[in-house]
């Protein structure tokens, strides 16, 4: 039989040029397709993380960054929250306990330092050289650096801070913004060896108390000493405050007396949610002086308002950070600490380095020992 040669026959197979490692793949997107699929990825990451986004530029240090990222986060998440595309975002946030703690209206932080009624702030001294550490609590009351105390008459007994021991170490919550970080390692640190203190550091990085509807302190503060049932709490705070506040239905900045005034009753706020009436004590720090001088021009204020603000608070102590890890009453990169120089600031101009902490730490941690009835 005469053999003939027939073509072979094909296979269905898909085409050769959409095969890849022996399977069918399609066909490659455009470039410009490419591009669209990822710019709309990423504007529907934005839109139902809006938070998240705010949260991040909130934290940033001052500069063009902050402001670009605050720029593009703000009107996203109002259109977000109008919206209800936020919804999931909140839905696992609350079903995993992590409930945002913000608030708006009279609900919260705002609401209850309209209702507080404080004596006109008298001008604290803003210079000068800086403190030993924070001044002796007149009895039964607070300490105060800078200000006027309010009459001895009006503030009530507070509950004596027991002296711990090694067995039983007293509960110490340190909380605040980003400034609070490496001050809660350095007094964790310095006081390891006593074994008399047990610290707890709970920090929340780009908050303060010109934006409860970002973030609102007095209903942290409540959450903070129902779950960790601190003795003592330590708050540093301040270094994200320099923004516009609303007082009676108006804007001030925060150069104005209106500004000082609105940032005084909110400290009251919070400090009376932790100190509970002075059954907890509580000490309070602002930020230190900046480099940068309108900077360090709104952090005099902050401290002015927060050091009377104490004295109207049973169980609070101001400490001093701003006069305290001062050089000569001005701002320095540079401090002497054991006799060796260190850069005591992070190149921000504002934040204290990890070895720089170590002055706050120790201010802190002498008023703490001084009303435990610890050595120094």
Known sequence: MALTERPARRLHTPDDSRLMGGRAVGRPLPAGKVIVVVVVALVTAMVLNSGAMLRAGEGMPPGVTRTLTLGVARPVDVVARALGLDLPRRGLDALFGNSALTTTGDDG????????????????????????????????????????????????????????????PLRVLVTGDSLSDFVADQMTSLSASEGVLRMTNVSRDGTGLTRPSFFDWALAARRDVA?????????????????????????????SDEWQLEYAKRVVVVMKELS????????????????????????????????QAA????????????????????????VTIDGATVRARQRDGIHWSAEGARQPAELILAAIRADAGLKS
Request: proline letters at 14%; aromatic letters at 6%.
């Open 109 to 168: 932080l705002a609401g209850a330092a309209a209702h507080q009624t404080l004596p006109p702030l008298a001008p604290a001294p803003s210079g000068g050289p800086p403190t030993a550490g924070p001044q002796p609590s007149p009895p039964g009351g607070s300490a105060q650096s800078g200000g006027t105390s309010a009459p001895a008459a009006s503030v009530p007994s507070v509950r004596p801070l027991r002296t711990p021991t090694r067995s039983i």
């Open 227 to 255: 779950a960790k049932a601190p003795e003592a709490v330590v708050m540093i705070l301040g270094g994200n405050d320099g923004w516009n506040l609303v007082h009676e239905g108006r804007l001030y900045g925060p150069n």
């Open 276 to 307: 509970q009436g002075g059954r907890r004590h509580v000490y309070w720090s602002g930020p230190p002086t900046a480099q940068d001088p309108r900077w360090n021009r709104i952090f005099s204020r902050q401290n002015d308002a927060i050091a």
């Open 311 to 334: 004295s109207l608070v049973p169980g609070v102590t101001y400490v001093d950070l701003y006069r305290g890890t001062a050089v000569d009453g001005r701002y320095a990169d540079y």
